[in-house]
């Protein structure tokens, strides 16, 4: 890709990190993993950038993916939910806590132990991304 103008070259990139995501969304979907087309498209992007792979993504259109996704999982949150929060004030406090001690745990690891091979913005990424899984699969109760 290196022959094609910088602009083209970019858009060659957002094309392949599309085709890469698909390759591992389809994967883990027909392997039966929850939520196989989020986390196998966002493992297989993951394994890609750490190998080096110049993934990209715009910044709107990933702002644009979040949406869809957050909207997406909150369409799946049956309506009485809402009405049963008050029943559980303990577990929410110890979620939000658990969550916090997550992402900065997993940050603090990566960016430690990891900072040769890593940047710090990837350690806090890959430390969001799975709290969102833990989240999902603890919520789907798996």
């Known amino acids: 890709m290196s022959a094609l103008p910088a602009r083209w070259r970019a858009i ?3 094309f392949a990190t599309f085709l890469i995501s698909a390759a591992g969304g389809f994967i883990a979907s027909a392997l039966g993993i929850p939520a196989g087309w989020l986390m196998g498209g966002a493992v297989s ?3 890609a950038a750490m190998m080096g792979v110049p993934v990209q993504l715009p910044k709107w259109l990933r702002d644009v993916a979040f949406v869809l996704v957050g909207l997406s999982m909150g369409a799946t949150v049956p309506s009485d939910t809402l009405s049963l929060i ?8 110890a979620l939000a806590i658990e969550l916090v001690l ?8 990566l960016a ?21 899984h833990h989240g999902h699969c603890l919520g789907r109760g798996r």
């Open 112 to 132: 430690r132990f990891f900072k040769a091979r890593y940047r710090h913005r990837l350690s806090e990424f890959v430390s969001r991304t799975f709290v969102l």
């Open 12 to 14: 060659a990139w957002i």
């Open 45 to 47: 992007v993951s394994v």
């Open 102 to 109: 997550i992402i900065t745990i997993t940050g603090w690891i």
């Open 86 to 93: 008050s029943h559980w004030p303990i577990t929410l406090a």
